[in-house]
């Protein structure tokens, strides 16, 4: 779609709950009171949530797309999202995607080893009874892994194992895959594709429309530190990926 389309932007949470202001990994914690309130703004300011399903089917099946689009992602599919995430989105019923690490389920984050606080992640009953509320889900490998620095047949077991594991949970096709860390080649972008994938979310800060193809979708990561104010410059700009112009043409949607 043309860059200069109005935008879509993928915002990538985390955690949310009450954390005891994190010093390291920032991006992977939001407090509920923050989140409520950016939560609030988006709804006042009328800002369409609109589901990662409806997104792809603007980029890339020529859907028009809405006002100041938002797709909400949460990754890692941690336990506290059901406590403090999903009241708040349903109140505004936002919808939201959150990708899981399929051979972890109903454990920990035990892939975060430089800190000793690990974070439950969802169980099977959990992940099943939020579906049935609405909740979509995709696939973030078995392990949480840096993809490029598997071997290639290690590589295609956590992507191609994550999805039937997901679906025979979900009695479902997982469509959507998102790289852990955002680590991924055109190796591994193809390998995603190959699983029968239909797109591939990635860790790189700019506006959705700036999808090179559906396997390397750009996120917005919201971070601990976000104030609403940081929040509306994390809508608002970062539109453009690092080392690209902005299209001649600007967007004549106002806001986003
Ligand atoms: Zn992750």
Redo the contacts with the bound molecule.
């Keep these: 779609m043309p860059a200069s389309s109005p935008r879509i932007s993928i915002l990538m949470y985390?955690q949310v709950g009450r954390f005891n202001n994190p010093r390291i990994h920032r991006p992977m914690y939001c407090d509920v009171g923050r989140f409520r309130r950016q939560m609030a703004w988006l709804h006042w300011c009328g800002y369409n949530v609109i589901s990662l399903n409806d997104a792809y089917a603007c980029l890339f099946m020529g859907r028009p797309v809405p006002r100041r689009a938002v797709v909400l992602t949460f990754?890692?599919g941690c336990e506290n999202f059901r406590e403090y995430a999903w009241p708040i989105l349903k109140a505004y019923r936002f919808p939201a995607s959150v990708?899981l690490?399929a051979d972890l389920i109903g454990h920990e984050t035990r892939?975060v080893t430089d800190i000793p606080e690990k974070a439950p992640l969802m169980t099977g009953e959990t992940i099943r009874s939020l579906h049935k509320e609405g909740v979509m889900f995709g696939a973030?490998t078995l392990n949480?892994v840096y993809l490029t620095r598997c071997t290639p047949d290690e590589a295609r077991r956590e992507i191609v194992e994550s999805k039937s594991r997901l679906e025979d949970l979900l009695g479902e096709t997982v469509s959507d895959f998102?790289y852990?860390?955002g680590d991924y080649n055109a190796q591994v972008a193809e390998m995603v594709r190959d699983a029968g994938f239909r797109c591939g979310l990635t860790c790189i800060r700019a506006a959705a429309n700036y999808a090179k193809n559906p396997f390397e979708l750009p996120r917005k990561a919201i971070s601990y530190g976000d104030t609403l104010v940081g929040y509306l410059w994390k809508l608002h700009a970062k539109n453009v990926p690092k080392g690209e112009k902005p299209p001649a043409r600007v967007a004549t949607d106002g806001f986003a």
Excluded: I, L, S
């Design positions: 985390h990754d890692d990708f690490v892939w973030h949480h998102c852990p860390y």
